[in-house]
């Protein structure tokens, strides 16, 4: 019993803190898409699927996820400096994915890797998407305004409980499918393609100037985070609790058996 209690403690500090980040995290994403023109169930969907696959590819494999980040970096400002202005955000997205892959492939040719780390993002993707479908449609059944902390909460609790359940099958497949070389340059080029987007971004709007609209989700996102980082400390906590109670396998013993 004694061990037990510990265990349960241990998991869900261990889940707050996670879930505190992956709220704040899409909480701002959804205040930028709001800003953007997304409207209805899209903010959810592509929001909970890029938070959750960024998160996912940081707790797969740290290394990769930085040398992505980094080439993604690299790419964004590379295609700045010489690309035609203004860039569109597919051309830069795209940049920053073959820089992504090349860096990755290079990586994966010193040290070679497993299919572990595309099974990880994959399974984020997959947890983040459905969670957001779920949490639109559940909002929209409810026809009540929600507030940043309940959202965050709610989609932390869908995300990790769909990312629990579905990544013993989809790491499996995986291993089993997949050349194990592919993990590596896939998951850095889906990593400096979102922070390509986000140059992009950043420099779309300084280039025309934000709109008041923009500068309104701006300010709704830094207010809005620190709720949402709260929300997802309780809903992931929550959620860690009761998945360590239900006797969910840990990641070690589910890898243990591939």
């Known amino acids: 019993?004694?061990?037990?209690?510990?265990?349960?403690?241990?998991?869900?500090?261990?889940?707050?803190?996670?879930?505190?980040l992956f709220g704040a995290i899409f909480t701002g994403l959804y205040q930028v898409l709001l800003a953007l023109g997304l409207e209805g169930w899209q903010p959810f969907v592509f929001g909970g699927a890029i938070a959750a696959m960024t998160t996912s590819a940081f707790y797969g494999s740290m290394p990769i996820a930085l040398i992505g980040a980094m080439a993604g970096m690299l790419g964004s400002i590379g295609t700045l400096m010489f690309g035609?202005?203004?860039?569109?955000?597919?051309v830069i997205a795209g940049v920053c994915a073959l820089t992504g892959m090349v860096v990755g492939l290079f990586h994966s040719w010193v040290l070679p890797g497993t299919a572990r780390p595309l099974?990880?993002?994959?399974?984020?993707?997959?947890?983040?998407?459905?969670?957001?479908?779920?949490?639109?449609?559940?909002?929209?059944?409810?026809?009540?305004?929600?507030?940043?902390?309940?959202?965050?909460?709610?989609?932390?609790?869908?995300v990790g409980t769909l990312f629990q359940l579905t990544r013993p099958?989809?790491?499996?497949?995986?291993?089993?499918?997949?050349?194990?070389?592919?993990?590596?340059?896939?998951?850095?080029?889906?990593?400096?393609?979102?922070?390509?987007?986000?140059?992009?971004?950043m420099s779309w709007i300084g280039d025309t100037g934000p709109g008041q609209s923009v500068v309104d989700g701006i300010q709704q996102m830094f207010v809005?985070?620190?709720?949402?980082?709260?929300?997802?400390m309780v809903g992931g906590a929550l959620t860690g609790a009761i998945l360590e109670l239900a006797g969910v396998p840990l990641e070690d013993e589910i890898e243990h058996s591939l």
């Open 169 to 201: 099958h989809i790491l499996r497949g995986c291993f089993t499918w997949l050349p194990q070389g592919l993990g590596t340059p896939v998951v850095a080029a889906l990593i400096a393609a979102v922070v390509g987007a986000a140059v992009g971004i």
């Open 224 to 232: 809005a985070m620190p709720t949402g980082f709260l929300g997802g």
């Open 119 to 158: 099974g990880v993002i994959l399974t984020g993707l997959l947890a983040g998407g459905t969670a957001g479908v779920v949490m639109a449609w559940g909002l929209d059944l409810l026809g009540a305004p929600i507030g940043p902390f309940a959202i965050a909460a709610g989609i932390v609790g869908l």
């Open 1 to 20: 019993m004694k061990n037990k209690v510990a265990a349960v403690s241990i998991t869900a500090v261990v889940w707050a803190l996670a879930g505190g």
């Open 84 to 90: 035609q202005q203004p860039v569109a955000l597919p």
